[in-house]
Nanobody
């Protein structure tokens, strides 16, 4: 299993932006699709964004569509999630997840499609 570590969370004012990072400490991410999810206590994990191995395909959950961007740098072994115009309802723990795949243009949109998960990073948006 990959050891995934998220960073970049914190407290931000509504309307601000954050860029979250996800790195793997023990192996390359280049053979994985990467997804970002978030969870509010008591709720299921919600799909936020996904990116295929080669970055050819990306997708976003409805709640962040139009104000977020997922990207990756396979040389630096890192994936990013940028969210702009943050809202108090974006407050959650954000997780990155990976799924080893031979498909170059696939990413999953459900938590069950991913096998490795980070510990999460808290994002709190103050109104």
């Amino acid at each position: 299993q990959a050891q995934l570590v998220e960073s970049g969370g914190g407290l931000v004012q509504a309307g601000g932006s954050l860029r979250l990072s996800c790195t793997a400490s023990d192996r390359t991410l280049s053979r994985d699709a990467v997804g970002w999810f978030r969870r509010v206590p008591g709720n299921e994990r919600e799909f936020v964004a996904g990116i295929s191995r080669t970055s050819e395909r990306t997708g976003y959950g409805d709640s962040v569509k139009g104000r977020s961007s997922i990207s990756r740098d396979n040389v630096k072994n890192v994936a990013y999630l940028q969210i702009n115009d943050l809202k108090p309802e974006d407050t959650a723990v954000y997780y990155c997840a990976t799924s080893l795949t031979f498909l170059l243009t696939w990413y999953g949109t459900t938590a069950s499609e991913y096998t490795d998960w980070g510990q999460g990073t808290q994002v709190t948006v103050a109104s």
